[in-house]
Every structure is written in C-alpha cells, then in structure tokens.
C-alpha cells in the first residue's frame, strides 16, 4: 500500500498476490473450540488511483482489476453446524465488484449468493453514494439449527461503545432479490418466499413479498 503526492489530489496504489491454505493457517493459529478449517484462497488484486479522478468518476484514468477466489472451504466450531462453500469468486473493476458462491451449505441450510457492488470507487470519496444488488437463492433455509447456538456470557464495558460514524453512507443503497422454496423457523414452516427490496443504511423500502406460512 503506498498513498503519494500529498493530501490535496493524493494518489493510492496497492498490489494484493498470493494464497492462503486453510489448513495450514489452523496449524500456525490455533483457535478455540475449532474443529475444522480447510480450503484455500487466492487473490491477484491492483488498485492505482488519484483523488480527483475517483471523485469525478473518471474510470478509465484509474487502475483497479484482479479477481479473488475460495475453494472448498470448511468452517466448523464446537457446538455449531459446520459451514461449507465449494466456490466463491470476486471480480473488480473500477465500475463494480462483482461476488458468486456456488454450493454454499450453513448445516443443513444450501443457498447462493450473487451480486455486485457498483462505484466501489466512491467508498474513497467524501460522499460515498454506492449502490449494487444482490440474489439470495435458497432450497432450504433452516433457522431452527442456529437458533440454539447461542452461549450467554457476562461482559463488562467501560465507558462508551466505539460506534462508528456511517452518516456518509446515507444516499447508498442496495436492491435485493429473495427466492427461498422453505424457511423452518420455530414451529413454523414458510414456503415459496420470494421478494425485493431496497437495503438503505436507515430504511429498508419492501418492493414485493409474497409467501406460503403453514400451508
């Protein structure tokens, strides 16, 4: 990473290569009640660009490709159902950043996650107007297995809590798409949910909902 030529129209670049095996993270970091990580991730990311030229959106001066990918990856703590993604990638370029999972499993839960993330630039500016959207696709979405996983613990907190200050985030917005064929949630069983709605930092505007609840 590497910020120049002051802090009038400072210009920022960085290079992101290389990969990581799971496996041999859990080796070097041992973590507490961890009993499965494995998978690898790899990254080839550059980024080269001024302050003016984000601001003014002007793309083709400014130096941001690569992808990033992860590759059976397999997350399982005590106590908890285990969380599997066969692949998921991402791709970047001035304009968007563009993310697909395939074969995405929390437990019993399989779902996919596709979208993109338009002027990601803009989280460099003063005003950071991002949009983007998102699919959630889901066979089966089964709140019941993690409902019960949490642990009460006692924490004391001295002065406080550090929240961070999102105001510059008020005009960004994200549109999401739903289709879920069964939701199991307590004792009830939704089926065929399907919606959209706009995702605000302080509003969610509901386009469309439709579902069947205990039909």
């Not at 030229?53 to 130096?63: C, L, P």
């Amino acid at each position: 990473f590497k910020r120049t030529d002051g802090l009038t129209n400072a210009r920022v670049s960085s290079n992101l290569k290389g990969g990581i095996s799971l496996q041999n993270w859990k080796k070097a970091i041992p973590l507490p009640d961890l009993e499965q990580l494995q998978g690898k991730i790899e990254a080839d990311l550059k980024f080269d660009a001024r302050q003016s030229d984000i601001e003014k959106e002007n793309y083709a001066a400014i130096g941001f490709s690569g992808n990033a990918s992860a590759t059976d990856i397999r997350y399982k703590v005590k106590n908890s159902p285990d969380i599997r993604v066969k692949f998921a990638s991402m791709s970047a370029s001035p304009q968007k950043i563009g993310l697909t999972t395939r074969d995405l499993r929390l437990g019993k839960s399989d779902m996919s996650i596709n979208g993109e993330l338009l002027h990601p630039m803009a989280y460099f500016s003063e005003n950071k107007n991002i949009t983007g959207k998102v699919k959630i696709q889901a066979g089966l979405l089964d709140l019941n297995e993690w409902s019960g996983n949490q642990v009460e613990t006692k924490t004391t907190v001295a002065g406080p809590a550090f929240l961070p200050d999102l105001s510059a985030y008020n005009y960004s917005n994200i549109d999401a798409e739903v289709d879920i064929a069964q939701i199991n949630f307590g004792n009830h069983t939704i089926k065929e949910m399907r919606g959209m709605a706009s995702l605000g930092l302080e509003n969610i505007d509901v386009k469309s909902l439709a579902m069947d609840v205990d039909g």
